[in-house]
């Protein structure tokens, strides 16, 4: 039958075509087949564009030099945290309660009175000072960030430039366990021919880094400023570590310069809304895991999430919420009360470290860092104003376009590792993460941990950077 059609069609082109008609013709079509293939295949780019963030009009003039800074606090500081301690209004928690209803003020009372009465900041501000600090001046802001080299390496080995970005309620200080970690590996029985030099700056409206004066500085203003920054210090490639809004800023970073990062690991992978596939994937993952592309683990991790704890979204939520439309009210309660600045951040230490420590009266807090490290990462946000400009950020990038941003729908094409902490505030199985990252060169389930992993399990981490990066110079993925 097929023939007989075929055969019927024949003569009708040859009749209403002619032969030296039709090598022209096919030249045609197949010119533009080529030309459509070669624009879909194309590697798109994340826009750079430019800004300014200071107050007034743009200066055609910038200060470019890097400048050395040193954290200094005076006495009158310290002696008005005191006085602002010293008048908290704790309220009474509800009987049996424990950190259900947020952080419990037993507990904090005992927190306020360790960070009144014993914990030496003097000590921990030579702690922080113990690697070089610089600022410089990026449109129009005032970047702070550390950068630490190895103090020493092999005859032949280069340190390979890593630039470290924090989240929220993060800041620089979350990698001082593992910047020994990574800049010196020899000594903490890690692969002593991977080592890094580390650079880690404060996101724009955190710590030390100056805060933006007009509207609009998000996600894609920080990475541009990054990129601004390891161009001044003088790399044109380098790889990308982050977590939280580090993530974010990072995996930007890699769409707007592909061709300058060596690679992209992440501790949290943002992926953008799943659509109909995701849905299928999650209706038939939890019987058939194999059949959508997940693992045994994935369902372990992802199952308990969606069949008993939707509630645990909204429940662990709600900062978003408030810091992505109204910040600057909770913003100014905060600024103005440290216990109170104390109990929002911590509480964040406490339940996205692991879930299970609601179920705890002290929320679990020391079981995974000192009281110490806690209250310096505090003392960062009181000492620098910084809350209310940090939770700015929300409202910054959770714009109405933001699921449909050209961000969310471009692929990241870097060699990629994404290390999968099992208390993470939401599990991306790999088969979900490789729809947007489309070069994962490693993806670990790793064995604990959760949201703040440069901080609680800095050596795991380490090692997972390692073996990225091994696996990125090494084996060629």
């Excluded at 780019?45 to 890097?66: C, F, H, I, N, Y």
């Excluded at 943002?270 to 959508?292: A, D």
């Excluded at 309660?333 to 109170?340: F, M, Q, V």
Aim: charged share 20%; aromatic share 14%.
């Amino acid at each position: 039958m097929w023939s007989q059609f075929l055969g019927n069609v024949r003569p009708a082109v040859h009749e209403h075509w002619p032969k030296s008609a039709l090598v022209p013709a096919a030249l045609g079509v197949g010119g533009a087949v080529v030309c459509w293939m070669l624009l879909r295949s194309r590697k798109k780019t994340l826009e750079m564009g430019d800004g300014w963030w200071a107050l007034g009009a743009p200066q055609q003039r910038e200060d470019t030099s890097v400048r050395a800074f040193t954290l200094e606090v005076s006495d009158t500081e310290i002696q008005d945290l005191y006085q602002r301690l010293d008048r908290t209004r704790f309220i009474s928690p509800l009987e049996d309660s424990q950190f259900h209803y947020g952080f419990n003020s037993i507990h904090l009372k005992r927190v306020v009175s360790y960070w009144r009465n014993s914990f030496e900041w003097h000590k921990q501000v030579e702690l922080i000072n113990k690697y070089p600090h610089y600022k410089t001046t990026i449109e129009g802001l005032e970047v702070h960030f550390i950068r630490v080299k190895p103090a020493h390496l092999p005859p032949g080995q280069k340190a390979r430039p890593l630039l470290m970005v924090h989240g929220w309620p993060g800041s620089f200080y979350e990698f001082y366990r593992i910047i020994p970690l990574l800049t010196e590996p020899s000594k903490y029985g890690l692969n002593p021919n991977l080592a890094f030099e580390i650079i880690c700056p404060s996101i724009p409206g955190y710590g030390f880094s100056e805060a933006p004066h007009k509207k609009g500085f998000n996600g894609v203003a920080a990475a541009r400023i990054f990129y601004k920054l390891m161009l001044r210090l003088g790399f044109g490639e380098f790889y990308l570590q982050g977590g939280d809004w580090g993530s974010l800023i990072t995996t930007l970073l890699a769409q707007m310069k592909p061709e300058c990062v060596t690679g992209l690991h992440l501790n949290m992978a943002f992926v953008p809304k799943g659509g109909f596939g995701q849905t299928i994937s999650l209706l038939l993952g939890r019987y058939v895991p194999w059949l959508v592309g997940m693992t045994r683990e994935d369902v372990n991790r992802l199952y308990p999430y969606f069949e008993k704890n939707v509630y645990a979204l909204l429940r662990e939520s709600g900062y978003m919420h408030i810091q992505a439309t109204k910040p600057d009210s909770v913003g100014s309660a905060l600024n103005d009360s440290p216990a109170g600045l104390a109990a929002y951040i911590l509480e964040k230490f406490s339940t996205w470290t692991d879930p299970e420590f609601r179920k705890l009266e002290d929320g679990g807090l020391e079981r995974k860092y000192s009281l110490d490290d806690l209250l310096t990462n505090i003392m960062i946000y009181w000492l620098s104003g910084s809350i209310t400009s940090s939770m700015r950020f929300y409202k910054e990038n959770f714009t109405r376009d933001f699921l449909y941003s050209p961000a969310n729908t471009m692929a990241v094409r870097v060699p990629t590792g994404i290390a999968s902490f099992p208390c993470e505030l939401m599990h991306v199985p790999r088969s979900w993460a490789k729809g947007k990252f489309r070069n994962i060169s490693s993806y670990t389930y790793m064995p604990r941990g959760g949201h703040f992993a440069a901080l609680e399990e800095p050596e795991l981490l380490a090692r997972d950077i390692q073996h990225f990066v091994f696996r990125v110079e090494k084996l060629g993925q």
